[in-house]
């Protein structure tokens, strides 16, 4: 099956830092989402970018396929952005998403 | 577009036992996922359902598991003879109606799963 590897594990930054999250994978994909699992262990949808970039307010990601990763982009970073960022592939057609192991992020006052 | 409701959101059984998680779209969804998460680890794919069958299932779903859909509207999970292993958060998830978006997921707020 297909590998799906996030970096870094763990990032702890002060509020108003940037940070970039990493998810490389293995094979062509369908689908590529990004998620973020808050504390409360919901997991909100924050793109679909199976190519391509978008932007929703302080956060951006871009899909490289050709290349197979995506980044995920986070600025001014804000208390309320701590969680865990999940990086998920579709590659089957039949809508099995594969999750990387996630990045946590924490972000200090 | 909204999500999907599950319930129970917590559900404590003893192994052995049979479970029923139930999930409830919004609107009228044709595709339909369970994935589970054990605490601490990263989310797994269990099942996708389209269109009233089974269209894909990992090694995880085994004999153990089924998922229907009874009367057309709620999405079950039903896990027979519960194990200690089978603990984790549950999550049904949705896909997006129309095809300018294949397989964008939407997930439920998770039915957290234990077995004592």
């Known amino acids: 099956g297909i590998q799906v590897e996030q970096s870094p594990p763990d990032l702890i930054l002060q509020e108003g830092a940037n940070s970039t999250l990493r998810c490389n994978f293995s094979?062509?994909?369908?689908?590529l989402q990004w998620f973020h699992q808050n504390p409360w262990g919901q997991l909100i949808n924050l793109f679909y970018i199976p190519s391509g970039t978008k932007q929703n307010g302080r956060l951006s990601a871009t899909t490289v396929a050709t290349e197979r990763y995506s980044l995920l982009y986070i600025s001014s970073s804000q208390t309320t952005d701590s969680g865990v960022y999940f990086c998920?592939?579709?590659?089957?057609?039949?809508?099995?998403?594969?999750f990387g192991d996630g990045t946590t992020l924490t972000v200090k006052p | 577009e909204p999500e999907v409701t599950q319930t129970p959101s917590h559900q404590v059984t003893q192994m052995g036992q049979e479970v029923i998680l139930r999930c409830v779209p919004i609107s009228n969804h044709l595709y339909f996922y369970w994935y589970r998460q054990i605490l601490g680890q990263k989310v797994e794919f269990l099942v996708s359902f389209y269109n009233n069958e089974i269209s894909e299932k990992s090694e995880i779903f085994d004999d153990q598991f089924s998922v229907e859909r009874p009367d057309g509207s709620n999405f079950t999970l039903k896990i027979r003879s519960t194990k200690l292993e089978d603990s984790a958060m549950y999550f049904c998830a949705r896909g997006t109606s129309g095809s300018s978006r294949p397989y964008e997921q939407y997930f439920g707020p998770g039915t957290r799963l234990t077995v004592t």
């Open positions: 094979d062509s994909v369908n689908n």
């Open positions: 998920a592939v579709e590659y089957t057609n039949a809508g099995k998403s594969t």
